[in-house]
Nanobody, 120 residues
Framework: QVQLVESGGGSVQPGGSLRLSCVVS????????MRWYRQAPGKQRELVAI???????NSADSVKGRFTISRDNAKNTMYLQMNSLLPEDTAVYLC??????????????WGQGIQVTVSS
């Protein structure tokens, strides 16, 4: 069993900051790529940022310069530092990870999602 649990969401005013965390636990051999997605009401799920196990990262144009993805491999934890938040960043943010559950078995897992609301 593998679980992904997000934390750190909440409500903030425009221009504010939040830091999301995603912890991978359970029968984990190692964690490969990790991603943050978001889904706003009535919109398609959007890839926000991705980070490899080696630390290579990329992010959507809409968040470049404002959001930073990082990870701590020793803790199987990924972070999303979100600065200069805008109302259009309001969404449910979901953690996704490719997890090696054995030497030759890799599976994708999702967290349950966490709400981020940016409003004055």
């Amino acid at each position: 069993q593998v679980q992904l649990v997000e934390s750190g969401g909440g409500s903030v005013q425009p221009g504010g900051s939040l830091r999301l965390s995603c912890v991978v636990s359970g029968s984990v051999f190692s964690v490969a790529d990790m991603r943050w997605y978001r889904q706003a009401p009535g919109k398609q799920r959007e890839l926000v940022a991705i980070i490899t196990s080696g630390g290579d990262r990329n992010s959507a144009d809409s968040v470049k310069g404002r959001f930073t993805i990082s990870r701590d491999n020793a803790k199987n934890t990924m972070y999303l530092q979100m600065n200069s938040l805008l109302p259009e960043d309001t969404a449910v943010y979901l953690c996704n990870a490719d997890v090696w559950v054995g030497p030759s078995t890799r599976r994708g897992y999702w967290g349950q999602g966490i709400q981020v609301t940016v409003s004055s």
